[in-house]
Protein backbone atom coordinates (compact mmCIF):
# COMPACT_ATOMS: atom_id res chain seq x y z
CA UNK A 1 0.00 0.00 0.00
CA UNK A 2 1.40 3.53 -1.22
CA UNK A 3 1.85 6.44 1.25
CA UNK A 4 -1.57 7.79 2.84
CA UNK A 5 -0.92 11.01 4.28
CA UNK A 6 -3.79 12.06 6.21
CA UNK A 7 -6.53 10.01 8.50
CA UNK A 8 -10.22 9.28 6.82
CA UNK A 9 -11.97 11.88 7.74
CA UNK A 10 -15.73 11.54 8.42
CA UNK A 11 -18.97 13.37 7.16
CA UNK A 12 -22.41 12.73 9.38
CA UNK A 13 -24.96 14.35 6.44
CA UNK A 14 -26.33 12.52 4.03
CA UNK A 15 -25.16 14.78 0.95
CA UNK A 16 -22.19 16.58 1.97
CA UNK A 17 -20.76 20.02 0.45
CA UNK A 18 -18.04 18.73 -2.40
CA UNK A 19 -15.81 21.67 -0.84
CA UNK A 20 -14.09 23.74 -3.60
CA UNK A 21 -14.07 21.20 -6.05
CA UNK A 22 -16.81 23.27 -8.01
CA UNK A 23 -14.70 26.25 -8.06
CA UNK A 24 -10.75 25.22 -8.63
CA UNK A 25 -10.16 26.40 -11.85
CA UNK A 26 -8.26 23.76 -14.34
CA UNK A 27 -5.58 23.56 -16.72
CA UNK A 28 -5.59 21.13 -19.72
CA UNK A 29 -1.69 19.81 -20.06
CA UNK A 30 -0.15 17.06 -21.30
CA UNK A 31 0.52 13.83 -19.00
CA UNK A 32 3.58 12.35 -19.88
CA UNK A 33 4.46 10.99 -16.02
CA UNK A 34 1.18 10.39 -14.52
CA UNK A 35 0.48 8.12 -11.50
CA UNK A 36 -2.23 5.50 -10.75
CA UNK A 37 -5.07 5.67 -8.01
CA UNK A 38 -6.37 1.98 -7.96
CA UNK A 39 -7.76 0.48 -5.10
CA UNK A 40 -11.28 -1.57 -3.95
CA UNK A 41 -13.97 -0.14 -1.53
CA UNK A 42 -14.96 -2.59 1.34
CA UNK A 43 -17.62 -2.36 4.60
CA UNK A 44 -17.25 -3.50 8.04
CA UNK A 45 -21.26 -3.27 8.17
CA UNK A 46 -23.55 -6.52 7.36
CA UNK A 47 -26.58 -4.42 5.65
CA UNK A 48 -29.24 -5.54 3.54
CA UNK A 49 -30.84 -3.72 0.59
CA UNK A 50 -34.06 -1.92 1.52
CA UNK A 51 -37.19 -2.18 -0.40
CA UNK A 52 -38.72 1.56 -0.96
CA UNK A 53 -42.39 1.45 -0.27
CA UNK A 54 -44.90 3.02 -2.74
CA UNK A 55 -47.94 4.37 -2.81
CA UNK A 56 -50.01 5.24 -5.52
CA UNK A 57 -52.27 7.81 -5.28
CA UNK A 58 -55.56 7.48 -7.26
CA UNK A 59 -55.65 9.05 -10.75
CA UNK A 60 -58.57 10.84 -12.40
CA UNK A 61 -59.46 7.13 -13.84
CA UNK A 62 -58.95 3.40 -12.64
CA UNK A 63 -57.33 2.63 -15.58
CA UNK A 64 -54.49 5.52 -14.74
CA UNK A 65 -53.92 4.84 -11.39
CA UNK A 66 -53.37 0.68 -12.50
CA UNK A 67 -51.22 1.58 -15.33
CA UNK A 68 -49.11 3.79 -12.79
CA UNK A 69 -49.35 0.85 -10.24
CA UNK A 70 -47.81 -1.89 -12.95
CA UNK A 71 -45.43 0.50 -14.16
CA UNK A 72 -44.13 1.34 -10.04
CA UNK A 73 -44.52 -1.21 -8.23
CA UNK A 74 -42.04 -3.82 -8.99
CA UNK A 75 -41.61 -6.10 -5.37
CA UNK A 76 -44.38 -6.44 -3.67
CA UNK A 77 -45.98 -2.92 -2.45
CA UNK A 78 -42.55 -1.51 -3.76
CA UNK A 79 -39.41 -1.28 -5.02
CA UNK A 80 -35.89 -2.34 -4.22
CA UNK A 81 -33.91 0.40 -3.53
CA UNK A 82 -30.84 -1.20 -5.41
CA UNK A 83 -28.82 1.16 -3.00
CA UNK A 84 -26.70 -1.21 -0.34
CA UNK A 85 -25.12 -3.43 -3.54
CA UNK A 86 -22.32 -5.48 -1.28
CA UNK A 87 -20.49 -8.46 -2.32
CA UNK A 88 -20.83 -11.60 -0.17
CA UNK A 89 -17.20 -10.12 0.53
CA UNK A 90 -18.56 -6.91 1.78
CA UNK A 91 -16.90 -5.11 -1.51
CA UNK A 92 -19.36 -2.09 -2.38
CA UNK A 93 -20.84 -0.56 -5.72
CA UNK A 94 -21.64 2.41 -6.65
CA UNK A 95 -19.17 4.72 -4.61
CA UNK A 96 -18.25 8.22 -6.16
CA UNK A 97 -14.24 8.45 -6.46
CA UNK A 98 -13.10 11.87 -6.69
CA UNK A 99 -9.96 13.68 -6.97
CA UNK A 100 -11.00 17.54 -5.77
CA UNK A 101 -8.86 19.84 -6.12
CA UNK A 102 -6.37 18.88 -8.77
CA UNK A 103 -5.64 22.23 -11.04
CA UNK A 104 -4.30 20.29 -14.23
CA UNK A 105 -4.09 17.45 -15.95
CA UNK A 106 -5.75 15.17 -19.11
CA UNK A 107 -9.18 16.81 -20.83
CA UNK A 108 -12.53 15.62 -19.71
CA UNK A 109 -13.93 13.19 -21.75
CA UNK A 110 -16.44 14.91 -24.78
CA UNK A 111 -19.22 11.98 -23.72
CA UNK A 112 -23.12 13.00 -23.18
CA UNK A 113 -24.85 11.33 -19.72
CA UNK A 114 -28.08 9.15 -20.21
CA UNK A 115 -30.21 9.34 -17.92
CA UNK A 116 -33.54 7.59 -18.67
CA UNK A 117 -37.27 7.24 -16.56
CA UNK A 118 -37.57 3.56 -16.33
CA UNK A 119 -39.76 1.24 -14.66
CA UNK A 120 -40.27 4.51 -12.20
CA UNK A 121 -36.58 4.71 -11.16
CA UNK A 122 -34.02 6.76 -12.54
CA UNK A 123 -30.85 4.87 -14.48
CA UNK A 124 -28.08 5.08 -14.26
CA UNK A 125 -28.77 5.59 -10.06
CA UNK A 126 -24.76 7.06 -9.84
CA UNK A 127 -23.52 8.85 -12.74
CA UNK A 128 -20.55 11.18 -14.04
CA UNK A 129 -20.64 14.19 -16.46
CA UNK A 130 -18.67 16.51 -17.60
CA UNK A 131 -18.79 20.15 -18.23
CA UNK A 132 -19.91 21.34 -21.58
CA UNK A 133 -21.25 17.83 -22.18
CA UNK A 134 -24.83 17.24 -22.32
CA UNK A 135 -27.41 15.70 -20.58
CA UNK A 136 -29.89 13.40 -22.21
CA UNK A 137 -32.71 13.07 -20.43
CA UNK A 138 -35.38 9.84 -21.72
CA UNK A 139 -38.60 8.90 -20.33
CA UNK A 140 -39.34 5.28 -20.93
CA UNK A 141 -42.66 5.10 -18.88
CA UNK A 142 -46.58 5.74 -20.18
CA UNK A 143 -46.89 8.03 -17.58
CA UNK A 144 -45.58 11.45 -17.01
CA UNK A 145 -42.32 12.61 -15.06
CA UNK A 146 -40.70 15.63 -13.90
CA UNK A 147 -37.17 15.02 -13.39
CA UNK A 148 -35.73 18.09 -11.12
CA UNK A 149 -31.70 18.25 -10.76
CA UNK A 150 -30.69 20.11 -8.13
CA UNK A 151 -26.66 21.13 -7.01
CA UNK A 152 -26.12 20.02 -3.61
CA UNK A 153 -25.14 23.09 -1.63
CA UNK A 154 -24.62 21.63 1.66
CA UNK A 155 -26.68 22.61 5.07
CA UNK A 156 -29.72 20.92 3.81
CA UNK A 157 -29.75 23.32 0.71
CA UNK A 158 -29.97 22.30 -2.93
CA UNK A 159 -30.43 25.18 -5.85
CA UNK A 160 -32.00 23.57 -9.14
CA UNK A 161 -30.41 23.40 -11.93
CA UNK A 162 -33.32 21.83 -14.38
CA UNK A 163 -36.47 21.38 -14.29
CA UNK A 164 -37.75 18.95 -16.97
CA UNK A 165 -41.47 17.66 -17.51
CA UNK A 166 -41.43 14.71 -19.58
CA UNK A 167 -45.32 13.55 -20.16
CA UNK A 168 -44.65 11.43 -23.00
CA UNK A 169 -43.07 7.87 -23.30
CA UNK A 170 -39.82 7.70 -25.15
CA UNK A 171 -39.78 11.85 -24.81
CA UNK A 172 -36.09 12.73 -24.63
CA UNK A 173 -34.67 16.78 -23.64
CA UNK A 174 -31.55 17.32 -24.43
CA UNK A 175 -29.83 19.84 -22.26
CA UNK A 176 -25.78 21.38 -21.77
CA UNK A 177 -24.21 20.41 -18.19
CA UNK A 178 -23.42 23.95 -17.15
CA UNK A 179 -23.34 23.61 -13.59
CA UNK A 180 -20.12 21.36 -11.55
CA UNK A 181 -20.62 19.45 -8.38
CA UNK A 182 -22.82 17.06 -7.13
CA UNK A 183 -26.31 16.80 -8.37
CA UNK A 184 -29.20 15.23 -6.85
CA UNK A 185 -32.14 13.92 -9.03
CA UNK A 186 -35.38 13.64 -7.98
CA UNK A 187 -39.01 13.01 -9.77
CA UNK A 188 -41.51 15.64 -8.67
CA UNK A 189 -44.33 13.50 -9.46
CA UNK A 190 -43.11 10.08 -7.50
CA UNK A 191 -41.02 10.84 -4.62
CA UNK A 192 -39.11 7.73 -4.30
CA UNK A 193 -37.22 8.17 -7.51
CA UNK A 194 -33.96 9.33 -6.86
CA UNK A 195 -30.21 9.46 -8.36
CA UNK A 196 -26.56 11.41 -8.21
CA UNK A 197 -25.22 12.65 -10.69
CA UNK A 198 -21.33 14.02 -10.26
CA UNK A 199 -20.47 16.56 -13.07
CA UNK A 200 -16.87 17.51 -12.90
CA UNK A 201 -13.97 19.48 -15.15
CA UNK A 202 -11.87 16.79 -15.27
CA UNK A 203 -11.49 13.30 -15.87
CA UNK A 204 -10.23 12.15 -12.67
CA UNK A 205 -13.46 10.51 -11.09
CA UNK A 206 -14.75 7.27 -11.07
CA UNK A 207 -17.57 4.76 -9.73
CA UNK A 208 -16.58 1.37 -8.06
CA UNK A 209 -17.99 -1.95 -9.71
CA UNK A 210 -19.55 -4.59 -8.45
CA UNK A 211 -16.68 -5.73 -6.84
CA UNK A 212 -15.97 -2.69 -5.30
CA UNK A 213 -12.91 -1.87 -7.60
CA UNK A 214 -11.80 1.34 -8.99
CA UNK A 215 -8.61 2.90 -10.87
CA UNK A 216 -8.15 6.56 -12.02
CA UNK A 217 -5.16 6.65 -14.70
CA UNK A 218 -3.25 9.32 -15.71
CA UNK A 219 -2.77 11.48 -12.89
CA UNK A 220 -0.24 14.38 -12.61
CA UNK A 221 2.23 13.73 -9.48
CA UNK A 222 1.51 15.06 -6.37
CA UNK A 223 -1.06 15.35 -3.28
CA UNK A 224 -4.54 15.09 -3.31
CA UNK A 225 -8.08 15.13 -1.72
CA UNK A 226 -9.70 11.91 -2.58
CA UNK A 227 -13.57 11.66 -2.23
CA UNK A 228 -15.30 8.60 -1.26
CA UNK A 229 -18.90 9.17 -1.41
CA UNK A 230 -22.11 6.79 -1.34
CA UNK A 231 -25.33 7.74 -0.52
CA UNK A 232 -25.77 5.15 2.66
CA UNK A 233 -22.76 5.51 3.78
CA UNK A 234 -21.27 8.16 6.12
CA UNK A 235 -18.37 9.52 3.34
CA UNK A 236 -14.46 9.48 3.37
CA UNK A 237 -12.40 11.38 2.85
CA UNK A 238 -8.39 10.67 2.31
CA UNK A 239 -4.94 12.84 1.40
CA UNK A 240 -3.19 10.43 -1.12
CA UNK A 241 0.07 11.24 -2.51
CA UNK A 242 0.45 10.33 -6.24
CA UNK A 243 3.81 9.33 -8.07
CA UNK A 244 4.73 9.07 -11.09
CA UNK A 245 4.47 5.56 -12.27
CA UNK A 246 3.11 4.25 -9.76
CA UNK A 247 -0.11 2.75 -8.49
CA UNK A 248 -1.30 4.11 -5.25
CA UNK A 249 -3.76 1.51 -3.30
CA UNK A 250 -5.32 3.44 -0.39
CA UNK A 251 -6.96 1.32 1.81
CA UNK A 252 -10.95 2.73 1.44
CA UNK A 253 -13.47 1.19 4.45
CA UNK A 254 -16.93 2.51 4.89
CA UNK A 255 -17.93 1.89 8.58
CA UNK A 256 -21.13 3.52 9.38
CA UNK A 257 -24.31 4.01 7.28
CA UNK A 258 -26.56 7.53 6.75
CA UNK A 259 -30.04 6.92 6.11
CA UNK A 260 -31.11 8.43 2.96
CA UNK A 261 -34.15 10.92 2.34
CA UNK A 262 -36.59 8.58 0.48
CA UNK A 263 -35.80 6.42 3.50
CA UNK A 264 -36.93 8.78 6.08
CA UNK A 265 -33.31 10.39 6.99
CA UNK A 266 -32.86 14.28 6.74
Given at each position: MKKIMLITVMCF????V?????????????????????????TTVEKK??????????????????LEKKTCIVHG???????????????????????????????????????????????????ISYLKSNYVIKNSDPLLHNTNMGKVLGGGKRRTVYNLALPHKDQVITKKNRV????????????????Y???????????????????IKDIPPGTYKVRFWHEGFEEVVKEIEVKGGVVSDPEVVFTKTVEPAFMGGS
Open positions: ILVPFSNAARVKYEVVDVTNGGSLKGKVTDPVIPITIKPKESPEETAQGQQAEMYIISPAKEVKNVLVILEDIKKGKAAPKKDLKLDNIMCRFEPLVGSGLIQVKCDAHPWMRAIYSSRHPYVTISDAEGNFE
